[in-house]
């Protein structure tokens, strides 16, 4: 059997294929993210690519579901094509990676100096420029995390590293976004700034990619890594900033628990200890703690990308036209982000449709969608439309109930290792963008929370970028903050916990 080159001409890198396979299957099992809704029976035509060299004629599904423009610029459908022979692509059809910037028009300006505060999650990474004198902030911004092109989860992406040695460009691909991201945001303010200072924070695994540090110690058990446990300072010039200024990594915790769980306990440095507490960061990576006077006990999950809108046949992150609330009354009622036509479904609005729906019976207990309100493509319409209409799958349902099982499981095994049930807990803290517009009850509804008063529910936000802001404007409190933590933290590990794992499988329903 012949084996054939898959040139991936944008991020320059090949992959070896034998002939005749799906080029769909190929691109998925060599850790590139390709969407695949329909399962590769070319219903859907969201698993894009664009041909360089040689180009194939349509098919017909391709003729149906594209446009004129896309097939005359080479765009094709991979389940629709098997490597015959070497092959040049581009993936940059794949994604939105567009900035997007909110520029704060009071802002008080007392100074030209910048600090800069970065959450890099594994799906999205949003930005905060600081006045540092004033300490009101000046623009924030937001894009996708360009290495979703190597997978949802960092597993995948350690996997790339680990077999193709793609560290260093995993770095760049990373400073490069930042560097963007940031010349932007400065594009938008009416004089030039000097940056001062960068606190970047993120999870562990991201961290490591980000500074291409060896990943291989947190690819296999014990999931413990060497580095990044004391505070990290380098100068910005050595990953390629023109300008020169501090970039400072505060201490991570340890396992997948990073530098970003980090910021949120100092964010929430005057709520710790005082009363019975708990708090989750609602993230790809889902990292979780509570507390009372004597200490404060944490742990992470693998939640999954879903409730950031990957994996999701139609998910998309919290920006106009994104599906943010639901409610069925007779007829399905919809409201979006910037009240524009709906494109997709956030997180939010995920936990929405799928409580609407249990209420009325439009999906069963285990997860399975009545057939009543089911077609062919074992999916239910949400919004009607000639040229783009958005619907949920069985597989989508899937990919929430494997994320909702895996924190309400974290957070039962937490509790109970801290002897600190959930009933008791008067402050719970909601961290993360997709946490700060959840309906609660909602999300009590779906099993993502558990069933305590709703009022003891607050709702933070980006409680990691507001960290490290707090670190930005005082570092030293920061560090010393964390020092004087450490002896009363204790860190649950979850990878072979027998409990967890028994727990996982029954909060999978709903």
């Given at each position: 059997m012949n084996n054939y080159t898959i040139t991936i001409v944008n991020y320059k890198i090949d992959i070896t294929s034998p002939s005749k396979v799906s080029l769909l299957n190929i691109l998925n099992r060599s850790g590139m993210n390709i969407p695949s809704y329909c399962a590769g029976r070319g219903v859907c035509g969201k698993c894009k690519v664009r041909f360089i060299d040689p180009i194939p004629t349509p098919t017909k599904a391709e003729e149906k579901l594209l446009s004129n423009k896309e097939i005359q610029n080479g765009i094709r459908l991979a389940c629709q094509h098997f490597v015959n022979s070497n092959i040049s692509l581009e993936l940059s059809e794949k994604f939105d990676f567009d900035i997007f910037i909110k520029v704060n028009q009071n802002h008080r300006r007392k100074s030209n100096t910048l600090g800069i505060a970065i959450d890099l999650g594994t799906t999205t990474i949003y930005m905060r420029a600081i006045d540092l004198e004033s300490r009101d902030w000046l623009f924030e911004a937001m894009s996708l995390n360009p290495l979703i092109m190597f997978g949802a989860d960092v597993v995948s992406r350690m996997t790339w590293i680990i077999e193709k040695n793609k560290g260093a460009f995993f770095s760049r691909q990373l400073f490069g976004k930042i560097s963007s991201i940031l010349v932007s945001g400065i594009s938008k303010l009416n004089y030039r700034p000097q940056i001062r200072k960068m606190v970047i924070v993120g999870n562990n695994p991201m961290m490591h990619l980000l500074l291409n540090l060896d990943i291989s110690k947190l690819a296999f058990a014990p999931y413990e890594s060497p580095y990044l446990h004391k505070p990290t300072r380098f100068d910005s010039k050595k990953y390629g900033f023109d300008e020169n200024f501090e970039i400072f990594i505060p201490p991570s915790i340890?396992?997948?628990?990073?530098?970003?769980?980090?910021?949120?306990?100092?964010?929430?440095?005057?709520?710790?200890?005082?009363?019975?507490?708990?708090?989750?960061?609602?993230?790809?990576?889902?990292?979780?703690?509570?507390?009372?006077?004597?200490?404060?006990?944490?742990?992470?999950?693998?939640?999954?990308?879903?409730?950031?809108?990957?994996?999701?046949?139609?998910?998309?992150?919290?920006?106009?036209?994104?599906?943010?609330?639901?409610?069925?009354?007779?007829?399905?009622?919809?409201?979006?982000?910037?009240?524009?036509?709906?494109?997709?479904?956030?997180?939010?609005?995920?936990?929405?449709?799928?409580?609407?729906?249990?209420?009325?019976?439009?999906?069963?207990?285990?997860?399975?969608?009545?057939?009543?309100?089911?077609?062919?493509?074992?999916?239910?319409?949400?919004?009607?439309?000639?040229?783009?209409?958005?619907?949920?799958?069985?597989?989508?349902?899937?990919?929430?109930?494997?994320?909702?099982?895996?924190?309400?499981?974290?957070?039962?095994?937490?509790?109970?290792?801290?002897?600190?049930?959930?009933?008791?807990?008067?402050?719970?803290?909601?961290?993360?963008?997709?946490?700060?517009?959840?309906?609660?009850?909602?999300?009590?509804?779906?099993?993502?929370?558990?069933?305590?008063?709703?009022?003891?529910?607050?709702?933070?936000?980006?409680?990691?970028?507001?960290?490290?802001?707090?670190?930005?404007?005082?570092?030293?409190?920061?560090?010393?903050?964390?020092?004087?933590?450490?002896?009363?933290l204790k860190h649950v590990r979850l990878e072979n916990d027998e409990k967890f794992i028994e727990t996982f499988v029954e909060m999978m329903k709903f």
């Open positions: 340890g396992g997948f628990i990073g530098s970003d769980f980090s910021a949120v306990l100092y964010f929430l440095e005057d709520s710790l200890f005082h009363k019975r507490g708990a708090v989750i960061d609602l993230g790809t990576n889902g990292e979780m703690g509570i507390w009372n006077k004597n200490g404060v006990f944490v742990t992470s999950t693998a939640a999954g990308p879903a409730f950031e809108g990957m994996k999701i046949a139609h998910g998309m992150v919290a920006i106009d036209g994104a599906i943010e609330s639901f409610k069925i009354n007779n007829t399905f009622h919809i409201k979006t982000v910037g009240n524009t036509k709906p494109k997709g479904i956030c997180g939010s609005g995920l936990i929405d449709i799928l409580s609407e729906f249990l209420k009325n019976n439009f999906i069963h207990k285990n997860g399975r969608i009545n057939s009543k309100f089911s077609d062919e493509n074992d999916r239910i319409l949400i919004f009607d439309d000639p040229t783009d209409p958005i619907y949920l799958y069985q597989k989508d349902i899937r990919e929430i109930q494997l994320s909702k099982a895996a924190i309400s499981a974290a957070l039962r095994v937490l509790s109970e290792e801290s002897g600190i049930t959930l009933d008791n807990i008067e402050d719970f803290f909601l961290a993360g963008n997709f946490g700060n517009t959840m309906n609660i009850e909602n999300a009590v509804t779906v099993g993502l929370l558990p069933k305590i008063k709703k009022e003891r529910f607050k709702l933070i936000g980006n409680a990691a970028l507001k960290g490290a802001v707090k670190f930005c404007l005082d570092e030293r409190s920061g560090i010393d903050f964390l020092k004087n933590i450490d002896e009363r």
